[in-house]
């Protein structure tokens, strides 16, 4: 019995694209961010937070992961000041809204690392480039560990504000305005 052409792309379209061998590993990635948030599921399995329901676990990453893909790709250092505040608001907060340990919210962005190496290496995107790209988001990814973590402690820093205590922000760094933990030449 042979399918019908219609049959025959409706089948296509539920398995995995190979790479298109033009296609950056960054729009790769971006092609497949449901492959990856998969991958990093299945990484998770062993955790115990990993029960939680599966929009709670997943929550911002389908909003957070493109966006990040997007920033390493133009080659950006550190994270915008909108994805900045969906990881810590978003994500972040939720993680100890849901009781997860504190270790396993830095765990979970090293397992978005390596789900991201497994989909490319799966369409065989295993090349300098996809290292170059990994490289990237691995800057990327350790930014927004802190904005994460920031969004954790979100209780205890908002009740330092206002004692000189907040952290400036880079933005106002590049407008002239001195850290005081930096030492001024003499």
Known sequence: MSLSDDQHELAQGDRAVPANAGASPYELLLGTVDEVIAEWRSLLKRDPWASLPASRLV???????????????AGATHIDDGLRHVIADAHG?????DGVPLASVTDEWACLKRACRCVLEAHGANDGDADRAMERLD???????????????????????????????????????????????D
């Open 59 to 73: 929550d911002s990453f389908p909003e957070i992961l493109p966006k990040m893909l997007r920033l390493a790709r």
């Open 93 to 97: 907060h939720f993680r100890r809204v």
């Open 139 to 185: 800057v990327l990814v350790d930014d927004a560990v802190g904005y994460t973590l920031r969004g954790y402690y979100r209780p205890e820093l908002d009740s330092l504000r206002g004692r000189g205590l907040e952290r400036r922000e880079i933005s106002d760094r590049r407008r002239g305005i001195a850290d005081r933990r930096e030492r001024e030449d």
